[in-house]
Each structure stands twice: as structure tokens, then as C-alpha cells.
């Protein structure tokens, strides 16, 4: 229900011009040019000129009772578009849900031709001052299921340290489901400042695109859309529909579809950047078309806002100004060495100066104040992590280590820059420190060394052993003599293989010597006879 109040405040007339603006987005090109005729305009163009110069007309509505020929079509082709959203006009303020309407010079109460036209009276949510127009009321079923739900409701997002928020285009708006469909579809529209556009402007370079041979604008000031689950209780996160679709001015910005398979873990859900998309004016209005799949049970909510992104050099800068004390490191030292009646008591603890991140020695000691744990991490290191994949986890204990919540430990600064070659140190109740250095392991040619220099087990029977100073009694002396406590009884039964087959041989060849000196002797005895 739209009601009447005879005022002329500007406040009035901007909350009915946004609501002008919601009825003209939803026209076909059918019912803008049949505007563009009633308002003596051009109606040659696509649809996207034709919204362009609808918003512009209701941008310029200073004074209802002068434009009031604008204000009266909008609302004529609307209700004949959509039948079943027919608002009528009644005098005075009835409900808390209605909308104040500025009057009109054709007609303001019950008898004027939009009251008339409608027949009967149905009732549409109101919240914060805007209309639910993108819902059907034809019953009161339905009625009362779309005013539980808040066109502007009262989320917040989680804060995003590498973007800086700058202005609000769209205000937190749900998505409204109308309609049994799957798909959703809405159209939301936003205006940008000149000084905004100027913001833009300023910050944009040019940068090679892959391959390098285009080039394409880079914006540090960016037009973001982030996407949320519809609920109040908490700080939401991004989350897109399972199927969520992005145009804006016509063009496809950003399409998102859930994995099918449940083997396929959901990508996350990011914000999205659609300043390449948008007109850079002040003068002409920008359209963002949100299509997304409806799912039952859970509703979503959007926000369009300005914001500056940062990298991780800047809130490096920013942290290095939040620097705690020393007195809260060494508290914190004496806490944990403290004992009970209970507990065996701690004389020291050790704590590593390497960063767990990048194995290497810390710079920039950085720890979070909702941690209690002493080991530090290198700041630098943990927030071009995060710039790469936004995480906030700490490294150490794998709790939430959020932006807000990191500072620079003053008490291990100051070890670190006493102790520049140190890779551990340990700690005392009172807040005293030492160094420890690890002793460095033997070099492989100092072992090389030391081995070589151990006298080697030289075999008894081999030949190099037997030297000319060697006694005949240290040679007769066999190596079977001695019995090995440890050795098995088939191992001392059996001699040794070697000296077994030197015996022999040696045997043999005496054997043969005598053979032949017998032969020749016999030959010798021969040959005189």
C-alpha cells in the first residue's frame, strides 16, 4: 500500500524516487518506449539506452507537482506490467509499512485513476523505507512469507584487511525469491559521484594481460559485489548461491556454479570486481542483473561498495606501529614457568628464532595477541601469504589470527638484533635470555680422517703380513687358537678355509719336487750303467 502525505521534503521525494527507479528496472523494452512516448522522448535505442534515459528522467524529478506526468506513467505501465503488484493510492499515514508519497496534481486519493485501476487493495512489505516490489503478493500466504524476509537487512560482512572500504553503492539488499521458478533474476541500480568517478580514474594503470601483447587498465580504487548468506547473528563471509550470475550494463560480469559432484570440494567465494564493466560517469546511471538459483531454506544477501585495494607492503606498514611491549613477553614467560603444588617446575624453555613459514631466520618477530604461545613469526612472510590466499591462521597453534589482532613483539626484536647469527634461544623466569649455538657437525674429511687412523686388521695369512723382523714364533702362532665366546660350535669345529688351502697346496708341491728329483736321480743311474 502507497500512501499520500501532503508534504514536499526532500527526504520524501528521494525515498519515492528510489522507489521509481525499482518499477523502471523491472520494464521490458515494450513498456520503456511506451515511457519514452508519454514523456515526448526518442524511443529509438536497445534496452539498455532506453533504462539509461528512464533513470535519468527520475533522477531529475526535483518536484513531484511539477513532474508529477513522469512519476504518474512509471506507475501506470507498472501496474499494468505486474497486476498482481498493484499498489493503491489512500490518504494519510495508516500503517507503520507504508510508504510515504508525495502528492500529485491527478489525484491523490481513492478516486485517482491508479486506485481506480487496481480494484483491490493488497499490501507489500515495507522495510527501512524501500517496497519489496520484486515479489508477487497475490495472497496472503505469500504475502506474509515475503515480509519475514528484510529488503535491507541489518548483515555485516567480514572485514577484508586487503581492501579498504571507501564508499557504499548498494546497500546490504537480500535477494528476494518471486515466483516459483529455479532461477532468480533482479536488477539493482547504482549511481556513481563525480568524485568518485575521479577516485577511479586516478588510481587505474596500465598493465600487460597474458601473453603481452594487449594491455588493460589495473584499478586500485574498485567497484566490488560481495555475496552472503541472508543471517544477522554474526559477521558472514562470502557465499555464493549454488548458481549465481553477474551483468552489468548488459554485459556478462561473473557466473558461478556449484560442483555437481560431492567428490569436488566448492571453490571459495571471493568478492568480485566488475569496475572494468561499469560507466565511469556521473551523468548516466549502471545496471547490475543478479541471476541466481533459489534454494530452499537459505536466502542470500548483496552489497555493491567502493572500495581501495592494498597490498601486503602497505599493512606491513601499518603493523609495524603496533608493537607490544616487553613487559607483556616476559609476564608471559614467567606464567608459563610458574608451577603449582601439582606440577614439576620449569627452570627455562626454549624458543626457535626460525619463522615455521619460511624455515628462515625472523625479522620481524609478529605474533597475535589472542595466542599464548611465545613462538614468534615473521610478519612480511605471513602477509604475502595471505595476499595470495587469504587464510588468517597461525602458523604455530593453527588458531584465528585475524589482522586486527597481530603485533610486533618488542621483547624478541630486541633478541633478534643482539643475536644475529643465534637460531634458538632460551628463556628464564626473570626475563633473561641466552643464546645456543649448535655445535657444528665433523666434517666428512675429519671423519675420513679419524677412521684411517685406526689400525687396520691385517689377515695372518696373507702374504704381506709375513715380514723379514716377523719371530717364528709369532708366525707359528695360529689364528684357530683363539676361541671367540660368541661364535657358534659348527664355526670353532671348522678351520679356517684359507690356511687350509694354503696347507694343501704347499703339500702337494713338495710332493712333486721330490717326485721329480727321484725321477732324475733313477735317470741319472740309468744312463752311467
Known amino acids: 500500500v502507497v500512501?499520500?502525505?501532503?508534504?514536499?521534503?526532500?527526504?520524501?521525494?528521494?525515498?519515492?524516487?528510489?522507489?521509481?527507479?525499482r518499477m523502471v528496472t523491472n520494464f521490458r523494452v515494450q513498456e520503456l518506449q511506451q515511457l519514452m512516448s508519454m514523456c515526448n522522448r526518442s524511443r529509438v535505442g536497445r534496452k539498455q539506452e532506453l533504462?539509461?534515459?528512464?533513470?535519468?528522467?527520475?533522477?531529475?524529478?526535483?518536484?513531484?507537482?511539477?513532474?508529477?506526468?513522469?512519476?504518474?506513467?512509471?506507475?501506470d505501465l507498472y501496474n499494468r506490467r505486474y497486476p498482481s503488484r498493484q499498489m493503491q493510492i489512500v490518504g494519510g499515514m495508516q500503517d507503520a509499512n507504508c510508504i510515504p508519497l508525495p502528492p500529485t496534481s491527478e489525484g491523490s486519493g481513492p478516486d485517482s485513476p491508479v486506485a481506480a485501476q487496481s480494484g483491490t487493495t493488497t499490501v507489500g512489505p515495507r522495510t527501512n523505507g524501500y517496497p519489496s516490489t520484486s515479489g508477487a503478493y497475490s495472497s496472503s500466504e505469500s504475502s506474509a512469507d515475503k515480509a519475514?524476509?528484510?529488503?535491507?537487512?541489518?548483515?555485516?560482512?567480514?572485514?577484508?584487511?586487503?581492501?579498504?572500504?571507501?564508499?557504499?553503492?548498494?546497500?546490504?539488499?537480500?535477494l528476494v525469491d518471486h515466483g516459483p521458478s529455479r532461477y532468480q533474476e533482479t536488477a539493482l541500480p547504482f549511481y556513481l559521484s563525480q568524485r568518485q568517478v575521479q577516485a577511479i580514474y586516478d588510481s587505474r594503470t596500465m598493465q600487460p594481460m597474458q601473453g603481452g601483447n594487449v594491455m588493460s587498465y589495473n584499478y586500485m580504487v574498485q567497484i566490488q559485489v560481495r555475496l552472503c548468506l541472508l543471517e544477522t547473528s554474526c559477521e558472514q563471509a562470502d557465499h555464493f548461491p549454488a548458481f549465481c550470475a553477474l551483468k552489468v550494463n548488459g554485459n556478462q560480469a561473473f557466473s558461478f556454479q556449484e560442483p555437481q559432484s560431492s567428490n569436488v570440494k566448492r571453490p571459495p567465494s571471493n568478492p568480485i570486481d566488475i569496475t572494468g564493466h561499469c560507466r565511469l560517469s556521473s551523468a548516466y546511471p549502471n545496471v547490475l542483473n543478479v541471476t541466481w538459483a533459489a534454494n530452499y531454506g537459505q536466502r542470500h544477501c548483496i552489497v555493491v561498495r567502493l572500495v581501495r585495494q592494498h597490498n601486503s607492503q602497505i599493512l606491513l606498514d601499518r603493523l609495524k606501529k603496533h608493537i607490544r611491549n616487553v613487559d607483556h613477553s616476559k609476564a608471559l614467560i614467567k606464567e608459563k614457568l610458574s608451577c603449582d603444588d601439582n606440577e614439576i617446575a620449569t627452570t627455562s624453555l626454549r624458543v626457535s628464532l626460525l619463522c615455521p613459514l619460511s624455515k628462515a631466520r625472523i625479522q620481524i618477530p609478529c605474533r597475535p595477541t589472542t595466542c599464548s604461545h611465545l613462538q614468534c613469526f615473521d610478519a612480511s612472510i605471513f602477509l604475502q601469504m595471505n595476499e595470495r590466499k587469504a587464510t588468517w591462521q597461525c602458523p604455530v597453534c593453527d588458531g584465528a589470527a585475524k589482522?586486527?589482532?597481530?603485533?610486533?613483539?618488542a621483547f624478541f626484536k630486541l633478541i633478534i638484533s643482539q643475536s644475529p647469527d643465534a637460531e634458538e634461544i632460551e628463556v628464564f623466569p626473570d626475563g633473561s635470555w641466552k643464546a645456543l649455538t649448535n655445535k657444528p657437525d665433523p666434517s666428512p674429511s675429519e671423519s675420513h680422517g679419524s677412521s684411517s687412523s685406526k689400525p687396520e686388521a691385517?689377515?695372518?695369512d696373507s702374504p704381506e703380513s709375513a715380514g723379514p723382523s716377523s719371530s717364528p714364533t709369532k708366525e707359528a702362532t695360529p689364528v684357530h687358537d683363539i676361541i671367540d665366546i660368541l661364535s657358534s660350535d659348527d664355526d670353532d669345529c671348522a678351520p679356517p678355509p684359507p690356511k687350509k688351502q694354503a696347507v694343501t697346496v704347499q703339500q702337494t708341491s713338495v710332493i712333486k719336487l721330490r717326485k721329480n728329483l727321484l725321477n732324475n736321480l733313477s735317470n741319472l743311474i740309468r744312463t752311467d750303467s
Request: aromatic content about 8%; some cysteine; proline content about 5%.
Open 458 to 460: 691385517i689377515s695372518v
Open 51 to 75: 533504462l539509461s534515459r528512464a533513470l535519468y528522467l527520475v533522477k531529475n524529478i526535483n518536484d513531484v507537482s511539477k513532474d508529477c506526468k513522469v512519476a504518474s506513467s512509471i506507475r
Open 148 to 174: 519475514q524476509v528484510p529488503v535491507l537487512p541489518d548483515v555485516s560482512f567480514k572485514d577484508l584487511p586487503f581492501y579498504e572500504e571507501l564508499d557504499v553503492l548498494i546497500k546490504p539488499t537480500s
Open 403 to 409: 589482522y586486527g589482532t597481530l603485533a610486533i613483539d
Open 3 to 21: 500512501s499520500t502525505q501532503s508534504t514536499g521534503s526532500s527526504g520524501i521525494n528521494a525515498e519515492y524516487g528510489e522507489v521509481l527507479r
